[in-house]
């Protein structure tokens, strides 16, 4: 069974710009969530889909949206690029919704703003 | 509100020693589930371990052990005769039903361990 597919693994962008991430889950899951990762911060939530709909957010700017496909497929975009977006993002799939659920992580996009 | 702390931010042992990744959690639920994931440098976070808040027996598998207590909000977790595969950056995480029923995940800032041969 494929495991989660982060596209692409490396990208530069130049200030201002804006970028557009994708991500496949595991055949089966329906739960997509976008992870930020930075050195100080850590992993921050920024958002999770589940057939198609947003259900939770994390706290980040309305800079960040998402949206998840009817084949379960996510995209992440980040709009109007700032140096301090600069981080690995990390997409997790999940076969439910419930607390007790495991997540099933991808390799991560390398983000880098110049 | 959700916390999770790792207090230690990176941890360096020798080959065959064991150490011990700390991991204090808050929460106002009384139902909640704690994670522990591992992350090497390829990327991918790797799911080790969930404990429910209902159960506190301890739990072995292999040189991984986990130390769940709920008086301390402590769920820690040990390596016995380390490793240097074992090297990676170690997550811990707490999961509480949000409203409408969904997972909310709160990840700790991670510990990132080096094992020296």
């Known amino acids: 069974k494929a495991g989660v597919t982060q596209t692409p693994r490396y990208l530069i962008k130049t200030r201002g710009q804006q970028v557009t991430l994708s991500c496949s889950p595991i055949?089966?899951?329906?739960?997509v969530s976008w992870y930020q990762q930075t050195p100080g911060q850590g992993l921050q939530f920024l958002f999770e889909y589940f057939s198609e709909t947003q259900r939770n957010k994390g706290n980040f700017p309305g800079r960040f949206s998402g949206r998840q496909f009817s084949n379960s497929r996510s995209e992440m975009n980040v709009s109007t690029l700032e140096l301090g977006d600069s981080a690995l993002y990390l997409c997790?799939?999940?076969?439910?919704?419930?607390?007790?659920?495991?997540?099933?992580f991808g390799q991560g996009t390398r983000l880098t703003v110049v | 509100a959700q916390k999770v702390t790792q207090a230690q931010t990176e941890i360096s042992v020798v080959e065959k020693e064991d150490v011990t990744l700390d991991c204090v959690y808050e929460t106002r639920d009384t139902t909640y589930y704690l994670f522990w994931y591992k992350q090497p440098p390829s990327g991918e976070l790797v799911f080790l371990i969930r404990?429910?808040?209902?159960?506190?027996q301890n739990e072995i598998s292999g040189r991984y052990s986990w130390n769940f207590q709920k008086s301390t909000s402590s769920f820690n977790f040990t390596i016995t005769a380390s490793q240097v595969v074992d090297s990676a950056v170690y997550f811990c995480?707490?999961?509480?039903?949000?409203?409408?029923?969904?997972?909310?995940?709160?990840f700790g800032i991670g510990t990132k361990l080096q094992v020296i041969p």
């Open positions: 055949s089966g899951h329906r739960s």
């Open positions: 997790a799939s999940s076969p439910s919704q419930g607390a007790n659920t495991e997540a099933f």
């Open positions: 404990r429910n808040s209902f159960d506190e």
């Open positions: 995480a707490l999961s509480e039903a949000g409203s409408g029923g969904y997972q909310k995940v709160t």
